[in-house]
């Protein structure tokens, strides 16, 4: 009850000052797809269908303040993501399984219209990173959740931290959960120390409590996915700081923070890492998925099998496997757990293809050079790009290409790129 009525007031907060600001509405709608109070409330919320009405208020603000929206000069983007949308429809409407493909595609199509308004509603910094923290505080409400309760010696393989097993919730697998606990991390740090709310110290502590959350998150959740990506980020982190002595300092810390918390168990599962390619059930069962879906799409090369294909390799994988390898014999589908191997099988050559493009042009973005860069501007640059290898680094174990998060960072790097643009834009005609 008393959560219902704290969500309720953010809410009405977000609608009463979102009617002059369109960014702000667009805001309360990702809060409430990221935080779903109405699917995690046991009170008034419960069911409710907030995420429809905070859309509907979102795109009515678009009409009243039309005249607010800003200009978006990158042919590019409207060109990968609109493409990338009518990719997606042609897709399903050529589905292997069409009535299991309708679930998903009503998510999906739904999702990217939203992101596409992102880079019209951001038009100024204060609109960037206001929407940015906004994501971060939503997102990493779960992953404090999940850190604290693994500190505690709560957790461990199969385990849904959040309590939300089974439902569907971004959050409640583990390897999704650990993967953006370490995404989080480079988006703590330049919200921390170089966004206008870094001024705040309960904010700025907040943020290195997150990062603290994203370590043990890791332990907690016992995925080999979040090693993995942690040892990325790390990797990252050090190549990317130009004090690079402070960097190691930073690394060294978060090795001497995450080892006071690690468990036997933690380190069992990870040695499970050693066993290869070959024996180990779980990684060979990716693999074979893998083969069966090159099969696959060999008979459906150019639009794939729309979402939900991978329903058709049930009691097929036993064909995949190679000597020496565990067999993989089942009787019912085994899912991608890749994203790009995701995509290839439900959009197919064409569908893969735009969607690396995306992924391509967000750090292209994100790696790009102006005159007169403020720190701001170089460092969520770097936050983003950060964000964006992870995710796709992650995304090699788990089926998350339609999750938002991809295409939040697309959109919002197009904002970011957009108001340098025109900065810089507005700066000459001052010049001369």
């Known amino acids: 009850m008393i959560t219902d009525l704290f969500y309720t007031v953010i809410i009405c907060l977000m609608i009463w000052f979102g009617w002059s600001r369109p960014c702000v509405a667009l805001a309360a709608v990702l809060w409430v797809d990221t935080v779903k109070p109405q699917n995690t409330s046991f009170s008034f919320l419960s069911g409710k269908p907030l995420s429809l009405i905070l859309t509907a208020f979102f795109f009515f603000t678009l009409i009243v303040n039309a005249k607010k ?57 204060k609109d960037f990173e206001y929407v940015l923290s906004i994501l971060f505080m939503a997102s990493t409400l779960f992953i404090t959740i999940a850190g604290v309760k693994s500190a505690m010696g709560g957790g461990g393989y199969g385990v849904s931290l959040i ?47 997150v990062i603290f959350c994203s370590l043990t ?31 190691i300092a930073f690394l060294l810390i978060l090795g001497l923070v995450g080892s006071q918390f690690v468990t036997q168990d933690w380190l069992d599962r990870m040695q499970t890492i050693d066993e290869g390619t070959t024996t180990e059930k779980s990684a060979v069962g990716r693999i074979v998925v893998w083969r069966w879906t090159f099969d696959y799409v060999a008979n459906k090369p150019i639009l794939g ?17 190679t000597e020496g390898e565990v067999i993989i014999s089942q009787r019912g589908a085994k899912a991608y757990h890749n994203i790009y191997i995701e995509v290839l099988a439900e959009t197919g050559y064409g569908g893969l293809l735009i969607f690396l493009l995306i992924i391509a042009h967000t750090l ?42 991809l295409y939040i960072l697309y959109t919002i790097s197009i904002a970011k790129d957009n108001l340098i643009k025109l900065k810089n834009d507005e700066n000459q005609k001052n010049s001369h």
């Not at 099998?305 to 496997?321: E, I, P, S, V």
């Not at 292209?364 to 790009?385: C, G, V």
């Open 163 to 209: 309590g939300l097993q089974g439902s569907g919730f971004m959050y409640s697998e583990g390897s999704m959960l650990a993967t953006l606990a370490v995404c989080v991390i480079p988006l703590a740090l330049y919200l921390a120390n170089y966004s206008y709310l870094s001024d705040k110290k309960i904010f700025k502590y907040y943020c290195y409590f």
């Open 364 to 405: 292209i973005l994100n790696t790009k050079k102006y005159p007169h860069q403020e720190a701001w501007e170089t460092h969520s640059s770097s936050a983003l790009k950060t964000f964006t290898l992870l995710y796709c680094a992650g995304g090699m174990f788990i089926n998350v290409a339609f999750y938002p998060w």
């Open 305 to 321: 099998g729309g979402f939900y294909a991978y329903l058709d390799n049930a009691g097929k994988l036993d064909q995949y496997g």
């Open 69 to 125: 929206l800003k200009r978006v000069d990158n042919k590019l983007f409207y060109i990968l993501f609109l493409a990338f949308m009518v990719w997606v429809t042609l897709s399903h409407l050529n589905a292997q399984h069409p009535t299991m493909s309708a679930i998903k595609y009503d998510v999906v199509i739904k999702t990217l219209f939203l992101m596409f308004f992102i880079p019209f509603t951001i038009s100024s910094r």
């Open 217 to 247: 998150t890791q332990i907690g959740t016992q995925a080999r996915t979040g090693l993995v990506v942690l040892g990325i980020y790390l990797l990252l982190h050090l190549y990317y700081t130009h004090q690079k002595l402070k960097g």
